[in-house]
């Protein structure tokens, strides 16, 4: 009988309420923007854990955090796991941060049974995951990778007109001395926890998703430009009404991601109309969308679309549409899922394939490593809402699986 790597279920439960009491919101939800002070106060609660254990914590120009554990062989490169500490405005304890916390409890249960590893294993917090605050996301992942040049996520503004390199700069300064690593280096493998965000795992009663791959999304950001007008006193014809018209674009957006068989996921999630006042006719609306597909073609085929379907319906105003983020879909590593399911088996929990709906910061490292993601139950499915809720038992099992899964391949 193999003893198993000693994940504790309570620690880890206690870690994630201590985690969402930063940032703590009334309905039980967290509200921890990338790169506040709720985002600092996060990093150096765990970068504290972690230099009690004796590991060394190190950060980089975007401000990943590195917890290391060294190897027998130090030369080789470290297997990672991690995931996010910043959440969405009404976001939930569990999302991103149970993905840092299981990797966390992993590394100090590896460290406790004193299992040696010749790769050096690492935790890391990717910076603005969820791109809420600053966009694109994934901010920290994609500039670690190359995809995204660290430039563009820095020159990012938020809508107090902050830019990411002033807030990253802000949150730098509270962690003095901590060692800056530069950016992007190799890594042997990749993991990431993450509560699945949907109702498959809950509904089939299974503690543990193999996740498969990850669906493509593509961001846009539409201005709509108009006049602002007496709404009493302008007749019809010497309206350049802003909100008409974006409001016809949204309708025809929606008709053209209309599939039969619910595969496309369409959201316009930020919709800003100015100056917002009853009596004036809006000059001035903006909007997002956020549109996944799995498929890369119809992914290609929808999105290509979207510039001459606004201009269709932009009437007298103007428009401008800027793609913000363009992510393919992706498969995960054979050899990474096969650790997986061999760590499955040596924990003895049952597990489930399914494919991410949702995006994640290993994503972009399954394009310079072999990457994967476990998953584990979130209650009805619901996550980017502050009921977002999960079960101890759960998380632990997730954690079993990581841990065993680490110690395979940082040994393989
Ligand atoms: O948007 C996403 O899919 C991720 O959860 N931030
Ligand atoms: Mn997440
Ligand atoms: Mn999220
Ligand atoms: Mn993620």
């Known amino acids: 009988m193999t003893t198993l790597i000693p994940i504790d279920q309570g620690r880890l439960w206690k870690r994630h309420m201590a985690m969402a009491q930063i940032g703590a919101l009334p309905n039980g939800g967290v509200n921890r923007p990338a790169l506040s002070q709720g985002d600092a106060q996060s990093r150096s609660l765990l970068a504290r854990w972690a230099e009690e254990l004796g590991f060394s914590v190190e950060t980089d120009p975007i401000g990943n955090l590195f917890i290391h554990r060294p190897g027998t062989d130090e030369t080789l490169p470290p297997v990672m796991a991690g995931s996010h500490l910043d ?112 109702p498959k795992l809950e509904e089939a009663g299974v503690p543990v998703g193999i996740v498969t791959g990850i669906q493509g999304s593509r961001w846009f950001a539409i201005e709509v430009q108009g006049d602002e007008a007496h709404a009493g006193t302008t007749p019809r014809r010497n309206r350049r009404d802003a909100l008409s018209a974006a409001i016809s674009m949204v309708a025809a957006l929606e008709r053209l991601m209309f599939d039969e068989e619910d595969r496309v996921r369409f959201t316009v999630g930020r919709f800003e109309v100015s100056p917002g006042s009853p009596n004036t006719i809006p000059g001035r609306v903006f909007f997002t969308i956020d549109f996944r597909h799995p498929e890369a073609s119809t992914l290609k085929r929808l999105g290509d679309q979207v510039d001459a379907v606004c201009r269709a319906h932009v009437g007298p105003c103007s428009v401008t549409i800027t793609e913000t983020f363009h992510s393919l879909p992706a498969d995960f590593d054979a050899n990474v899922i096969a650790a997986m399911r061999k760590a499955a088996d040596l924990v003895g929990v049952r597990t489930l394939d399914l494919p991410s709906g949702a995006l994640h910061d290993a994503k972009f490292l399954q394009e310079v490593c072999p990457s994967g993601m476990i998953f584990v139950p979130c209650e009805k499915g619901i996550s980017h809402n502050e009921a977002e809720n999960a079960k101890p038992e759960d998380l632990a099992s997730g954690a079993r699986v990581l841990a065993e899964a680490l110690a395979i391949l940082a040994n393989s």
Do not use: Y
């Open 87 to 198: 959440t969405q405005p009404t976001g939930g304890k569990f999302d991103g941060a149970f993905g840092v916390l299981a990797a966390f409890e992993a590394l100090q249960a590896i460290h406790e049974a004193g299992i040696a590893t010749r790769h050096p294993i690492e935790v890391v917090s990717w910076t603005n995951e969820e791109g809420s605050r600053f966009q694109p996301g994934c901010s920290g992942s994609s500039a670690f990778t190359g995809a995204v040049p660290l430039e563009q996520h820095l020159e990012a503004v938020d809508r107090d007109g902050i830019t990411a390199r002033d807030a990253l700069a802000a949150v730098l300064s509270t962690e003095r001395g901590m060692p800056m690593r530069p950016l992007g280096f190799p890594v042997a493998a990749f993991l990431e926890c993450h509560i699945e965000q949907g």
